[in-house]
Structure formats: C-alpha cells, structure tokens
C-alpha cells in the first residue's frame, strides 16, 4: 500500500533519523512565521475542541432537557478520540503531520458545523447528533496528535532548540485551557449554544488554514523514506512495530505509565476530590473557580519560563523536582483542612511545578522516538496517558463513599508520589539528554522484519 506523500524538495534529513539538538542563533523575522503560526494554530485549535466539548453537551441540555442524553453527548465524543489516537499514529506516519492535521480541522469544520446546521433545519434527530458527535471526536484523535509531530520541523523552520518550541506549545496549551472555559461561556452566553457551534466550526477552519499555510511540508527524502516503508509494511504491523517501541524503551515506557496514573488522579482531583472540599467547607463555585484560575496561572507562566531556558536546565532533575511540587502536596494541604489562603498557595505552587513538565517531556519523547514512527509511538503514549481521565471522577467518588474524603485525598497523594517516583526507579540508568545511553538487546525477529530498528545508532549520556 502506497501513500501519497506530502512533501516538497528539500535538503535530505540526517540518516539516524533522530532530532538532535538545534542550537542557532535568534531567528530572523522570516523564520518566526512558521513557529508563530504553529502556535496560534494550537491555540485556537485546543480553544476549539474544549468549546465542543462545553458547548455540545450544553447544546444537548438546552434543547432535550435531559442530564442522561448530555452525558451521552459528551461520552460520544471521549471515546472515539481516544480509540483514533491510538490507532491512527500509522495514518500520521503514512501521509504526514501537516497533511493530517489540516485534513481533520477541515473535517471537524464540517462535521460541527452540521450539528447547527441540521438544528435550523429541524432535521437533527438525538441519534445524528450522537453520530456526529463520535465522528468530530474521532477526527480529533489523530488531528490533534499529528499536530505534536510538527514540533521538530518548526524548531528547524524557526531555527531554534526543540525545548523552545515545546515549551511555548505547552505555553499555549496551558493559556488555551485558561481562556476556553471563559471564551464558552461567554459565547454561549451571548449568542447562544447553537451559534456558538457555527464560531467553533470556524475556528477549526482557521486552525487548518494556518498549519497549510505556513508550517513547512516534509523534505522529499522523508516522504520517500515513509513511503516506502508503508510500501514495506500493512497498517497493522506499523502500528505493531509503535508498540513495541513503546513498550520496550526503558524511559520512555516508565513515564508512558506514570503520566496514565498522574492524569487519573488529577481528574480525580479537579472533577470530584476539590469540588467536594469546596462544598464540604461551606464554600461555593467562585472558589473552585478562583483555585484553578491560580494554578492555570502560574502553570502559563512558568511553562513560558521553561520555553526561554529549557535547553540550559538539566531535564531529570527539573522534570523530578517539578512533579514533586506540582503533584502531592495539593493533595495533602486539602487533607489537612488548611485555609483557603494555604490551599491557594499549594494549587500556585502545583502550577509552578506543572509548567515544567510538558515542555521536558516534549523534547525528551520527540528526540528518542525515530521520527518515521513518531506518528504511531506518540499516539499510542497519547491514548495510553489519557486512558485513565475517564477513571478518575468515578474512582473518585467511590473513594470517598468508602473511607471519607480526607483519607480518599491522601491516598490519592501517596499514589501520586509513588507515581512521580517511578521513572526514576525504572529509567534511572537511562540517558534523559535525549538518546538512550544503552540500547535493549535487539529482538531477532522484529530485526530481521525492521532492520531500520536494529540500524538506529545509540549515544553516549550526556
């Protein structure tokens, strides 16, 4: 099977296929437009999936009246965006980032669209919606991921360090998250939940106009080099040949299986564990509110401040040092019954921690991961991360019906230490400036059907 490569003449890549360092002088204005695209892009892009995903199921309630069908709607969408992150990284890998991700904005344009389409009309039935609803999540899936294997041609477009590039994607990420919520809300508001669907469709249509526009296709000998592969190989065995990278990387499966265990436990904490507190403690939404806000806050902040310096700090210490403030002791200032002023500083304190950790570990699974499998290797870690976040509020709840709330919140802490411990016991004999110090003893078998695999060279720990 032969795919059509996205890609244009340009210089051959080197042959190790790994995303060494870039180190280069400030950019021109020139070489800004790529990088400033890319991250708007994000922006508006992030900004467009969590209004669907506010908007929609308000949209469900509005018009049905009914909680059940509202949280069909929002569980309609969840789903299928998981299952197609994790099995559409080949899809990526086969066509290319930049032509995925312009190719589900399109699609997710038109599929949201339709929902107040088919309302003005009179012609959207619960059942189309739930269809539609599943499609937009589907088309998410593989979008969104594809968007992260964008990074390293950015940072050589722009022509600055991977840790710059990742960093300001998680800056956007974070402010994104910050302002979707206020930008739902206030459309809503003011035009409605119907209308508010027609200005998400655009937006995705915005999004895909600049990733077109201005990121940089592929070089021609990476598109040769991908499609020969998927000449090679069905769709079943790349996605094979991703897992058993994954799987068998020893720092990259330890932090695959930490960060599926953090993000269940911070669901737990922001859907159910906090909530309750606030309740519990006489106060109301406006506090809840006031506490994300700070932790959104210094979150944006700091992963600003990781974006100017990440290349210069040494990544296992400030990756150690940052979940250590960013994860338990929220967790326990909430069991504790401390202050609202404490617990402020605490979820400030965790947004300092938590704006470190995604431009590090950006940088660290997109050097690692051969980049004719970033697609497939990414998503599957992608899918596998997110795999416990519908866990966490159901657990949860349960947690605290069992042994009190208190109690609940402290084993969530201790799991969440134990948690962020982990990669350091299992991957602490691995190199974290980017390539593995020491490489598993080759599989014959995959080997003999991969010799690009056995063919990646290592290096030495920096």
């Given at each position: 099977?032969?795919?059509?490569?996205?890609?244009?003449?340009?210089?051959?890549?080197?042959?190790?296929?790994?995303?060494?360092?870039?180190?280069?002088?400030?950019?021109?204005?020139?070489?800004?437009?790529?990088?400033?695209?890319?991250?708007?892009?994000?922006?508006?892009?992030?900004?467009?999936?969590?209004?669907?995903?506010?908007?929609?199921?308000?949209?469900?309630?509005?018009?049905?009246?009914?909680?059940?069908?509202?949280?069909?709607?929002?569980?309609?969408?969840?789903?299928?965006?998981?299952?197609?992150?994790?099995?559409?990284?080949?899809?990526?890998?086969?066509?290319?980032?930049?032509?995925?991700?312009?190719?589900?904005?399109?699609?997710?344009?038109?599929?949201?669209?339709?929902?107040?389409?088919?309302?003005?009309?009179?012609?959207l039935h619960f059942t189309t919606l739930?269809?539609?609803?599943?499609?937009?999540?589907?088309?998410?899936?593989?979008?969104?991921?594809?968007?992260?294997?964008?990074?390293?041609?950015?940072?050589?477009?722009?022509?600055?360090?991977?840790?710059?590039?990742?960093?300001?994607?998680?800056?956007?990420?974070?402010?994104?998250?910050?302002?979707?919520?206020?930008?739902?809300?206030?459309?809503?508001?003011?035009?409605?939940?119907?209308?508010?669907?027609?200005?998400?469709?655009?937006?995705?249509?915005?999004?895909?106009?600049?990733?077109?526009?201005?990121?940089?296709?592929?070089?021609?000998?990476?598109?040769?080099?991908?499609?020969?592969?998927?000449?090679q190989e069905n769709y079943l065995q790349?996605?094979?040949?991703?897992?058993?990278?994954?799987?068998?990387?020893?720092?990259?499966?330890?932090?695959?299986?930490?960060?599926?265990?953090?993000?269940?436990?911070?669901?737990?904490?922001?859907?159910?564990?906090?909530?309750?507190?606030?309740?519990?403690?006489?106060?109301?939404?406006?506090?809840?509110?006031?506490?994300?806000?700070?932790?959104?806050?210094?979150?944006?902040?700091?992963?600003?401040?990781?974006?100017?310096?990440?290349?210069?700090?040494?990544?296992?210490?400030?990756?150690?040092?940052?979940?250590?403030?960013?994860?338990?002791?929220?967790?326990?200032?909430?069991?504790?019954?401390?202050?609202?002023?404490?617990?402020?500083?605490?979820?400030?304190?965790?947004?300092?921690?938590?704006?470190?950790?995604?431009?590090?570990?950006?940088?660290?699974?997109?050097?690692?991961?051969?980049?004719?499998?970033?697609?497939?290797?990414?998503?599957?870690?992608?899918?596998?991360?997110?795999?416990?976040?519908?866990?966490?509020?159901?657990?949860?709840?349960?947690?605290?019906?069992?042994?009190?709330?208190?109690?609940?919140?402290?084993?969530?802490?201790?799991?969440?230490?134990?948690?962020?411990l982990s990669p350091l016991v299992m991957?602490?004999?691995?190199?974290?400036?980017?390539?593995?110090?020491?490489?598993?003893?080759?599989?014959?078998?995959?080997?003999?059907?991969?010799?690009?695999?056995?063919?990646?060279?290592?290096?030495?720990?920096?």
């Amino acid at each position: 099977m032969t795919a059509t490569p996205d890609a244009e003449p340009a210089p051959a890549p080197p042959a190790a296929g790994r995303h060494p360092p870039t180190a280069a002088p400030a950019p021109s204005t020139p070489y800004r437009a790529p990088l400033v695209a890319f991250l708007v892009a994000n922006v508006v892009s992030l900004c467009g999936t969590r209004v669907s995903a506010i908007a929609i199921p308000w949209f469900v309630l509005v018009t049905t009246g009914s909680p059940v069908k509202m949280g069909l709607a929002a569980a309609a969408e969840t789903l299928p965006l998981v299952v197609s992150k994790a099995f559409g990284g080949p899809l990526i890998d086969r066509l290319g980032g930049r032509l995925v991700s312009v190719s589900a904005d399109i699609g997710s344009t038109v599929v949201v669209g339709l929902i107040p389409l088919l309302h003005l009309l009179g012609m959207l039935h619960f059942t189309t919606l739930l269809a539609l609803v599943a499609v937009a999540g589907a088309l998410r899936g593989p979008g969104d991921a594809a968007k992260g294997t964008l990074i390293p041609d950015i940072a050589d477009a722009a022509k600055v360090p991977l840790e710059r590039v990742t960093g300001l994607e998680s800056t956007t990420e974070r402010f994104a998250g910050f302002v979707a919520f206020l930008i739902a809300g206030g459309l809503i508001s003011l035009v409605g939940a119907a209308n508010a669907l027609w200005i998400d469709a655009a937006s995705f249509a915005i999004c895909a106009a600049l990733i077109r526009v201005w990121v940089p296709r592929r070089s021609a000998a990476a598109a040769a080099a991908q499609a020969a592969e998927a000449d090679q190989e069905n769709y079943l065995q790349q996605l094979r040949t991703g897992w058993r990278f994954l799987s068998r990387d020893r720092l990259i499966r330890p932090l695959v299986l930490m960060i599926s265990v953090t993000n269940l436990l911070d669901a737990a904490s922001f859907a159910v564990l906090l909530p309750v507190w606030v309740h519990d403690h006489g106060h109301g939404p406006a506090q809840t509110t006031l506490i994300l806000t700070v932790f959104s806050i210094t979150a944006t902040v700091f992963a600003l401040l990781a974006a100017s310096i990440g290349e210069r700090i040494p990544r296992r210490l400030a990756f150690t040092l940052s979940f250590l403030v960013c994860g338990a002791p929220r967790f326990i200032a909430l069991a504790f019954d401390l202050p609202l002023w404490v617990i402020l500083l605490a979820f400030a304190a965790s947004g300092v921690g938590a704006g470190f950790i995604n431009p590090i570990l950006g940088a660290l699974f997109i050097e690692r991961i051969p980049r004719h499998m970033l697609g497939r290797v990414d998503s599957l870690a992608g899918a596998l991360g997110w795999a416990g976040i519908p866990l966490g509020g159901v657990l949860a709840g349960a947690a605290i019906a069992g042994i009190g709330l208190a109690p609940a919140l402290l084993v969530a802490g201790g799991l969440y230490l134990l948690a962020t411990l982990s990669p350091l016991v299992m991957g602490g004999s691995e190199n974290w400036g980017g390539r593995r110090a020491k490489q598993d003893p080759p599989d014959p078998e995959e080997t003999a059907e991969h010799p690009d695999l056995a063919a990646v060279p290592t290096a030495a720990a920096s």
